[in-house]
Structures are given as structure tokens and as C-alpha cells.
């Protein structure tokens, strides 16, 4: 008898390495999506990043608010108030999101998904419950 595998075990084998192939492939593809994902991350926070920076060069650009003619008290008075009033704007502008801002949180969220994840007490409090449920 020769030491020349039998077309079984020949087949065999093949089916073996294409399986491990598949699988080496699947991993590539998740990979490479996982890479695309964060591209797409980085690319957004760029974005957010040039549209933050153009913001503080044209504020940086602007006039002085305070330039109102005074032209009477009650002229003095409303351009104290148009003043006040520009501060808060542009301090809730500072604290509010961008619009690119919230969908580069909303992209991140969705990417990691925090659902997949629980704290190390959740888990402790599954375990407990399911060693109780047998126990009983």
C-alpha cells in the first residue's frame, strides 16, 4: 500500500484549508470595516475641528460689539443692552453642540454602541440571579 492519501482525506483537507481561509477572509472584512468606521470618525472630527478653527479666525476678524453712536440716554442705554445681550448669545454659542458636533457624538455612540458593554456590578447581580434561579 502507498503513503499516498485517499481522495477522502485529500478532500478532506481541502475543505479544511478553504474553511480557515473563509474565516481568515472574514476577519480581513471586519477589519477593514472596523478601519473604515474610524476613518469616517476622524474624518467628522476633522471637519468639526476646520469649522471650529474658521470660527475663532472670523470672530478674531469682527469688529468691536460696543460701536453704537450715543446719541441721547436712552440710545446709551439700549446699546448697553444690545452688548449685554451679544455676550450671552456668543456664551451660549461657546456651550452649545454644533450640529457636526452631535453627529460625530451620534456616529461615535453608534460605532462603539454602549448597550454591547455592562458594569462589572451588573454583571456580579446576572451572575447572582442565574446561580439563584438553579439553585432553587
Known amino acids: 500500500m502507498s503513503d499516498s492519501p485517499t481522495p477522502q482525506k485529500k478532500y478532506d483537507d481541502l475543505k479544511a484549508e478553504i474553511q480557515m481561509l473563509d ?16 476613518e469616517d ?6 471637519v468639526t475641528h476646520n ?3 474658521a470660527k475663532i479666525e ?10 453704537f453712536p450715543a446719541s441721547g440716554e436712552s440710545n446709551s442705554g439700549l446699546a448697553s443692552e444690545v452688548d449685554a445681550l451679544k455676550k450671552q ?3 451660549l454659542r461657546e456651550q452649545a453642540a454644533t450640529k457636526a458636533e452631535v453627529s ?7 460605532s462603539i454602541n454602549p448597550l454591547d458593554f455592562v458594569t462589572l ?4 447581580k446576572l451572575i447572582a440571579e442565574e446561580l439563584d434561579k438553579h439553585r432553587t
Open 23 to 38: 474565516s481568515k477572509i472574514s476577519l480581513i472584512a471586519q477589519k477593514i470595516r472596523m478601519i473604515e468606521k474610524n
Open 41 to 46: 470618525i476622524i474624518g467628522r472630527t476633522i
Open 51 to 53: 469649522d471650529k478653527l
Open 58 to 67: 472670523s470672530a478674531g476678524q469682527l469688529p468691536s460689539t460696543g460701536s
Open 89 to 91: 448669545v456668543a456664551e
Open 104 to 110: 460625530e457624538l451620534h456616529y461615535t455612540l453608534d
Open 121 to 124: 456590578k451588573q454583571a456580579r
